[in-house]
């Protein structure tokens, strides 16, 4: 009886589905997890966009290091977007240096293709 089906992440990391069952339902074989006491199934297309969003925070959370490393206060973040606040005429307002910063290359998953875009603004827009 396993209690978790864990999936490595490039840089060592895991996901972890909780109480996997593999079952014959109805002609075909189906496998799902426990997530708040209900059964969901773990099809290929969940499992490939779960396994994305990891990667895609665990790329984030490297970009914010070295942001706040280079002095940025990030005071935001949702998703893939990053907001921080800089003192006016700061040579850290200038959206290309946060973006190469959020670009360079993880060392888990070197050749990944990553691209950032912002701006400076002095109140947050979406």
Not at 13 to 36: C, I, M, Q, W
Not at 93 to 119: F, K, Q, Y
Request: proline letters at 7%; glycine letters at 8%; aromatic letters at 8%.
């Amino acid at each position: 009886n396993m209690s978790w089906l864990m999936c490595e992440l490039p840089n060592g990391k895991t996901l972890a589905y909780f109480k996997p069952k593999v079952e014959n339902v109805a002609g075909r074989t189906t496998l799902s997890f426990e997530d708040h006491g209900q059964r969901v199934e773990l099809y290929g297309g969940l499992c490939t966009e779960n396994i994305v969003q990891a990667i895609a925070r665990e790329v984030l959370v490297e970009g914010l290091f070295r942001a706040e490393a280079a002095g940025y206060e990030v005071v935001l973040h949702v998703h893939d977007e990053i907001t921080a606040e800089v003192p006016i005429g700061s040579p850290l307002a200038n959206p290309d240096i946060l973006a190469n910063l959020m670009t360079r290359p993880v060392s888990w998953l070197p050749d990944l293709p990553l691209a950032a875009e912002g701006w400076v603004s002095p109140r947050y827009l979406k």
